[in-house]
């Protein structure tokens, strides 16, 4: 699991425009330099005693995601560790490109562009305004998915659908075969529809702005000490 949530890392932060992320032995450190989010690290294990050891360094503008087969417990864990899971878990999903569906729509006209490593895939309504979009970046032989959008007054028409198979399709076309995606909970019964398939659920906790245990020192945390 640890290999996968790399490669969706990878793409993720191209997504966003964020600087690579520093690899620690047992998380992904990635800055966002956000109010209230200034780091996010990705726990490249759901060992007990690693999840732990990187909670207790955790101060208020860090957050923690941990990939799991056990996001319950791993949300019980993390809350006692005095962290404050998001209610929300998120999942980790792939699918094979090629078998992806590909629904169409006349009603809407698409638009495609490309900036380097992105696809961008937006549907316009015949005013012009936007009714759906989203984007991918591709990374090797994976395609990360992110940002997919419907705009309220144009919801329950499939256009989420329209929006993943152009990107699903332009990414085959630049030489990837998988695709990899974080959904939310209302998110995973679209994506389940198209195809995709469950790999892991995704915890996260955003640091209580305790020192901790090591005193917030999240350096020495990072490094293991």
């Known amino acids: 699991m640890d290999e996968l949530l790399r490669r969706w890392v990878a793409g993720w932060r191209l ?7 520093i690899e620690h032995d047992d998380a992904l450190a990635v800055v966002l330099r956000l109010p209230g989010r200034d780091r996010e690290l990705f726990a490249l294990t759901d060992d007990p005693a690693v999840v732990d050891r990187l909670a207790s360094g955790l101060v208020a503008d860090v957050w923690l995601t941990v990939t799991t087969q056990y996001g319950d417990q791993v949300a019980r864990r993390l809350a ?19 078998d992806h569906p590909q629904p169409s729509t006349a009603l809407y006209e698409l638009e495609l562009s490309t900036d380097g490593p992105l696809e961008y895939v937006r549907l316009l309504a015949a005013d012009g305004t936007v009714a759906a979009r989203g984007m991918t970046a591709i990374v090797g032989k994976d395609a990360v998915m992110h940002d997919i959008q419907t705009d309220p007054a144009h919801r329950r028409r499939g256009l989420g659908s329209v929006v993943m198979g152009a990107l699903s399709r332009r990414a085959v076309e630049r030489g990837a075969s998988r695709g990899l995606l974080m959904a939310t909970a209302e998110g995973v019964h679209l994506y389940r529809k198209l195809g995709w398939l469950p790999e892991a659920t995704m915890v996260t906790a955003k640091g209580s702005g305790g020192a901790g245990a090591v005193g917030g020192d999240l350096g020495a945390v990072l490094a293991g000490r």
């Open 80 to 98: 006692d560790a005095g962290l404050a899971p998001f209610a929300e878990q998120k999942m980790l999903m792939t699918i094979a490109l090629p």
């Open 15 to 21: 997504c966003r425009g964020l600087e690579p992320a």
